[in-house]
């Protein structure tokens, strides 16, 4: 009888443990993005990489799954925009407050960037103005997977993932 009950305790105490599992709404896609959101995501970044000659992406699902857990933590801390630290894949980080943030809205946000690239190589100098865009354009990045997460304040945080990470300094995002 005592070891039922400590059996019974000791399962309690570890229900209150956090996981490291990632909570998603939407499991065809690995992240709360609907599977039209992630089409309209990869067709939006699909339409700039055709701007610069550079292959498709594919949603990938593992990258969702990523994305969802960076945005679900961001959304805990505050809704800073920090980028993760593993470095396994690139990443976009987009935050809004009072709207609707299509993946149209969002991936032309960072596109925009596109204004201050002149085409080359990413250098120090450049990363900051064009980073967001020569990511979405990078020619060895196969894979994205995004994530969204509501902060406490009610404001938006998107997490995009890229696999294999770009923004390498020194190369062009498009290969040339």
């Known amino acids: 009888m005592l070891i039922k009950h400590i059996a019974i305790m000791l399962l309690g105490i570890f229900s209150m443990i956090p996981s490291n599992e990632v909570t998603i709404k939407n499991k065809a896609t690995g992240s709360d993005y609907s599977q ?55 990443e976009n980080l987009f935050w809004g407050y009072g709207g609707s943030y299509t993946p149209t809205y969002v991936s032309d946000a960072w596109a925009s960037e596109k204004a201050y690239w002149k085409g080359g190589k990413v250098t120090a100098r450049n990363y900051i103005k064009v980073g967001h865009y020569t990511q979405m354009i990078w020619y060895r990045t196969t894979e994205v997977g995004c994530g969204k997460a509501v902060c406490s304040d009610g404001s938006v945080i998107v997490v995009c993932s890229y696999n294999p990470p770009g923004n390498r300094i020194g190369q062009d995002p498009t290969g040339r």
């Open 36 to 90: 039209a959101e992630a089409d309209e995501m990869v067709k939006r970044h699909n339409y700039y990489r055709a701007e610069v000659g550079v292959a498709d992406l594919k949603w990938s699902n593992k990258v969702a799954q990523y994305a969802q857990k960076w945005a679900n933590h961001l959304a805990t801390t505050g809704c800073e925009l920090e980028h993760s630290t593993s470095g396994e894949y690139g």
